[in-house]
């Protein structure tokens, strides 16, 4: 176990091309053993010890380097049962140094010619050619010297190539990009929902959903591999949604893809007419319901990095390389909140991490515990989240009490007892008539979600809710008219 860190879950990264000097390769072993012990490194060769309170992020299970997940628990890791969350510990040491202001800046993805070689051998070359800090002003001037040594860390870890900060970056363009930007400028509550992929390549009821859902909400979510399981791709759901008149949102996981593969998508979904762009991390592996092999490395880059990498692309014309392009993309840029994760206020500054990057619209995870909402909310506002992105409201309606005690049990969602009491009077209730019948519980789901509906829409801050309805399209219009919308 190491002395600062909980114990890496990935092994160490290996180079891609060994040294090929043998001093260099001794040194690296030694820093690598040394760095195992102490902070159980796996060698990604741009070190930000000083940036997470000493304690190595890439320890973390999905290998996260801006933060925790979305499925994040003060118990346990989501990944791997048997040890802590990473990014727990990162901002609990972080809040009793006082330095969570550190973990605003948007950390860099690893860079594959770096890793597995040594950090160390760089950044003292860095330092050298730099001139600064001078190690007599430890002595003389140490204000200068913390000064100048947070900007030699801080040169050494933001590669030209990335080039990333702390620091709020509102989207270069004036006119709303999509139907979604516009009616979020102009209207105070708005509607939104989501469409299951379908599993195979039949379009038939996609079209179909798509054709009822237009009439009811602005625009139309279309999920990426949910739970890890291959289904129609968003993009070619998106397009379907376009040819039927629709406003279509493009849900991008990280999971599974690399950067190179991820602006190509976006590119492509630009040339296509879709407007938005909803960027996930993506569920790990182990959430599949068949458990196949799986590689530990699933995830080039976070949700965060992508936020910053298509911000970059869409207002300065900036591909992640380093390549200019003159015909940039234009898409409207949203992130995946997640109120019931840790501490309000750590689940807010991992919110602000994401407005920093880009961005513009919030949709959040399903919202049953309304004081619990509120107060991340609360703590959103606290950071002035609330006037630099449009927050939506996650609404689900339970279909039985079973599934509302198989989401109690999922990181990331919280259900209160008087809801599941609820559900489980309405149980009692279908009991009575015919074996494996749901009606009561359905129509109890749909009025627990109906009178969340008309509490968030009172709730400062929130400018609309998303109808997460798991497969169940149909209920929609259901929802809107039981609420009188």
């Known amino acids: 176990m190491p002395v600062f860190s909980p114990r890496r879950f990935q092994m160490a990264h290996l180079p891609v091309e060994r040294d090929s000097n043998l001093p260099v390769r001794t040194f690296t072993a030694l820093e690598r053993t040394a760095k195992g012990v102490l902070f159980g490194c796996r060698m990604c060769g741009n070190c930000i010890l000083q940036e997470t309170a000493f304690i190595c992020p890439m320890t973390c299970a999905k290998g996260l380097r801006n933060g925790f997940c979305g499925e994040a628990t003060a118990e346990r890791c989501v990944v791997d049962a048997s040890r802590p969350c990473t990014w727990r510990l990162i901002f609990e040491r972080s809040e009793r140094m006082g330095r969570m202001d550190k973990l605003l800046e948007v950390n860099a993805p690893i860079n594959g010619a770096q890793a597995g070689h040594s ?5 003292i070359k860095f330092w050298r050619e730099r001139g600064q800090p001078v190690l007599t002003d430890l002595l003389a001037n140490r204000d200068k010297f913390w000064r100048e040594w947070d900007a030699l860390c801080y040169g050494f870890r933001q590669p030209d190539w990335w080039q990333s900060d ?14 979604l930007e516009l009616e979020l400028q102009q209207k105070p509550f708005i509607v939104t929902a989501e469409i299951e992929p379908p599993g195979d390549s039949a379009t038939d009821d996609l079209q179909k959903k798509c054709q009822l859902l237009n009439k009811y ?3 139309v979510n279309f999920s990426d591999n949910a739970f890890a399981t291959s289904r129609m791709s968003s993009l070619a759901c998106c397009v379907h949604c376009l040819e039927a008149g629709g406003e279509a949102v493009l849900q991008m996981q990280a999971r599974d893809r690399s950067r190179n593969g991820i602006l190509s998508d976006v590119i492509g979904a630009s040339a296509l007419g879709v407007r938005n762009i909803l960027c996930l991390g993506g569920d790990y592996h182990n959430k599949t319901p068949q458990v196949f092999p799986c590689q530990p490395e699933q995830f080039d880059i976070d949700a965060v990095q992508m936020l910053w990498m298509l911000r970059r692309l869409r207002d300065e014309g900036r591909m992640a390389d380093g390549r200019e392009i003159e015909n940039r993309p234009r898409y409207f840029l949203g992130a995946a909140g997640a109120p019931f994760t840790l501490k309000a206020e750590y689940s807010a500054l991992r919110m602000e991490k994401k407005v920093n990057a880009g961005a513009q619209f919030i949709q959040t995870q399903m919202v049953f515990d309304l004081e619990a909402f509120n107060t991340w909310m609360a ?8 006037d630099k992105a449009a927050f939506l409201a996650g609404v ?7 599934e509302a005690h198989a989401l109690a049990a999922e990181p990331g969602v919280t259900i209160p007892e008087e809801i599941i009491q609820r559900m489980e009077a309405a149980f009692v209730r279908d009991s009575h008539g015919c074996a494996g019948a749901c009606e009561h519980q359905e129509v109890e789901g749909r009025l627990i979600a109906v009178e969340l509906m008309h509490q968030l829409r009172e ?27």
């Open 119 to 123: 950090a160390w051998l760089p950044f």
């Open 166 to 179: 702390a620091d709020y970056h509102p989207p270069a363009y004036n006119t709303a990009i999509s139907r």
């Open 217 to 219: 909400v602005i625009s």
């Open 379 to 386: 703590a959103c506002d606290k950071r002035g989240l609330l």
């Open 396 to 402: 689900y309606p339970l279909r039985s009490a079973e």
């Open 459 to 485: 709730m400062p801050g929130v400018r609309g809710v998303h109808l997460m309805v798991g497969g169940q399209e149909s209920v929609v219009p259901v929802l809107l008219e039981e609420a009188g919308w």
